[in-house]
Structures are given as C-alpha cells and as structure tokens.
C-alpha cells in the first residue's frame, strides 16, 4: 500500500466547505482510503490509484471544476508531496 501527501495550507483559506469537496473528490476517482488533516491531505492505497502524475491531474481537474484555476496551481514537493500553491498576481503600476 503507497501513501501519498497533499499540503492543503494555503487553500484552507477558500473555506472548509472546499476541503470537504476535494476529500469526496478524490475517494470517488482513486477509490482509496482518503484522510484530511489539519494541512495536508493523505491519500493510502494501490500504487496505481495514487501515482503522482495521476493525483496531480486529479487536483488539476478539481481546481477547474471549482473556478480555481487561475488562483493556485500544483507543484511538486518531497517524496511522494503535491502542494496546492496560491499563485502570485502581477501588480500593474
């Protein structure tokens, strides 16, 4: 069984109610065992299900189906880590 970590600190502040959505979420398309914590999520189950490159389309695909794509993205971190990062906005002068 593999376990995978997603650092959920900085999209706590859209709300709780979007934390609860990406938990039900990701159950229902990896079909794993899936845990929230107070700043990250943990994802325990088949290799396959839980790959990297598969969570990483998953949260993807979540971010757009919430309108959040153009505030975070999702980068890389250690060891089997995915971080949803806020995206920085270029300040016009």
């Known amino acids: 069984m593999t376990e995978a970590k997603i650092n959920i600190s ?3 502040s ?5 934390i ?6 990701l ?5 794993a065992e899936v845990d929230a914590g107070v700043n990250e999520i943990t994802v325990k189950g088949e290799e396959k299900a839980i790959s990297r490159l598969y ?3 998953l ?5 757009h189906r919430k309108e959040l794509k153009d505030h975070f993205r999702i980068i890389g ?4 880590t995915l971080i ?10």
Not at 27 to 31: D, I, Q
Not at 77 to 80: A, D, L, R
């Open 10 to 12: 900085e999209l706590k």
């Open 14 to 18: 859209e709300g709780s109610d979007i």
């Open 20 to 25: 609860k959505d990406l938990t039900e979420f």
């Open 27 to 31: 159950k229902e398309k990896t079909k």
């Open 55 to 57: 969570l990483r389309a």
């Open 59 to 63: 949260l993807r695909k979540f971010l």
């Open 77 to 80: 971190g250690k060891e089997n």
């Open 84 to 93: 949803i990062k806020k995206k920085k906005i270029a300040e016009e002068e």
